[in-house]
């Protein structure tokens, strides 16, 4: 059964953890951070994207397999389905088609228009029970053809937005989607403790997880970020995998071609990636 994110998410504030969002692309991607997830026993995020979405053929497409996986391969552990930077048209086709959660990107939206049709969102989502997640000030890098400068948020826009009822909020403190560059400065903790200090127990969230430093994490997570956003990091560690098997010439050997050998490192990686952020962010045994 799909859960909102608000519950797995208040506790992990409450116990100095966080949850992770794992962004999915498909069937392989699903099942191994499920499988993950449930081996763990943690609680898990799976992140779409709206490019993913169109490309795993709509929202119901996905809806649908995540709630079938989660049967068939009996996982007990919560799962929240989140519509990653979301934008309003998104933001109601996910509703519609059952996603437990949604995140809605108003951040390219004047702040009045961004804040009207967040309160509107906080409405819908309470009287479905889903989870809410909004952003203040943009997060840098390219995600999905969305290009952010990689801003440090306003303490006070970001107890505005809490204040408007949102479940949990991701605030830019320099954190960028993708590769991290060699010249990166880094996470503002300072921007961090003002953003923690002004909206009190709100969970934080943290994208662009890939490439942050674990001693970066952690403090992080004991400054109130509740959930890290992982998504470039599968993608590498599933393509490094592929590469290596075909580079063998594994494919070449028997049946290596048949796809569910070919694609079987892939998912393997993932799942070690996987369980590896798990342990980072002190999820593992909390489900
Ligand atoms: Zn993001």
């Known amino acids: 059964m799909l859960?909102?994110?608000?519950?797995?998410?208040?506790?992990?504030?409450?116990?100095?953890?966080?949850?992770?969002?794992?962004?999915?692309?498909?069937?392989?991607?699903?099942k191994a951070i499920l499988l993950t997830a449930e081996e763990q026993k943690s609680p898990v995020i799976l992140g779409?994207?709206?490019?993913?979405?169109?490309?795993?053929?709509?929202?119901k497409t996905v809806t649908n397999m995540v709630k079938a996986m989660i049967e068939e391969l009996n996982i007990t552990v919560p799962v929240a389905l989140?519509?990653?930077?979301?934008?309003?048209?998104?933001?109601?086709?996910?509703?519609?088609?059952?996603?437990?959660?949604?995140?809605f990107d108003g951040s390219h939206y004047p702040i009045e228009e961004n804040v009207a049709k967040t309160k509107e969102l906080?409405?819908?989502?309470?009287?479905?029970?889903?989870?809410?997640?909004a952003e203040v000030g943009s997060i840098g890098g390219e995600e999905d053809g969305v290009v952010g400068m990689?801003?440090?948020?306003?303490?006070?826009?970001?107890?505005?937005?809490?204040?408007?009822?949102?479940?949990?909020?991701?605030?830019?403190?320099?954190?960028?989607?993708g590769k991290y560059p060699a010249n990166w400065a880094g996470l503002s903790f300072e921007t961090l403790?003002?953003?923690?200090?002004?909206?009190?127990?709100?969970?934080?969230?943290?994208?662009?997880?890939?490439?942050?430093?674990?001693?970066?994490?952690?403090k992080a997570i004991d400054l109130g970020v509740s959930k890290i956003n992982v998504n470039t990091e599968c993608q590498l560690a599933f393509a490094a995998a592929t590469r290596t098997y075909v580079e063998a010439g594994k494919d070449l050997q028997g049946k290596g071609f048949d796809p569910r050998k070919l694609l079987a490192p892939g998912v393997e990686a993932i799942k070690a990636t996987v369980k590896e952020k798990m342990e980072l962010f002190g999820s593992v045994g909390k489900a």
Do not use: R
């Not at 779409?48 to 169109?54: I, L, T």
């Not at 989140?82 to 059952?98: M, Q, V």
């Not at 906080?122 to 997640?133: D, I, P, T």
């Open 193 to 218: 403790a003002a953003i923690s200090e002004k909206v009190g127990k709100m969970p934080l969230v943290l994208h662009g997880g890939t490439g942050i430093p674990e001693d970066m994490i952690k």
């Open 122 to 133: 906080v409405q819908v989502c309470a009287e479905k029970g889903l989870s809410l997640e």
């Open 82 to 103: 989140h519509l990653d930077h979301g934008s309003y048209e998104a933001c109601y086709k996910c509703i519609d088609a059952g996603f437990s959660s949604i995140m």
């Open 48 to 59: 779409v994207s709206e490019g993913a979405g169109k490309y795993m053929c709509g929202f």
């Open 150 to 177: 990689g801003e440090c948020a306003d303490p006070a826009e970001c107890k505005m937005i809490a204040d408007l009822g949102v479940t949990m909020l991701a605030a830019g403190i320099g954190n960028i989607h």
């Open 3 to 30: 859960v909102s994110a608000k519950e797995m998410l208040t506790k992990a504030k409450e116990g100095h953890y966080a949850v992770g969002q794992f962004n999915i692309n498909n069937l392989e991607w699903t």
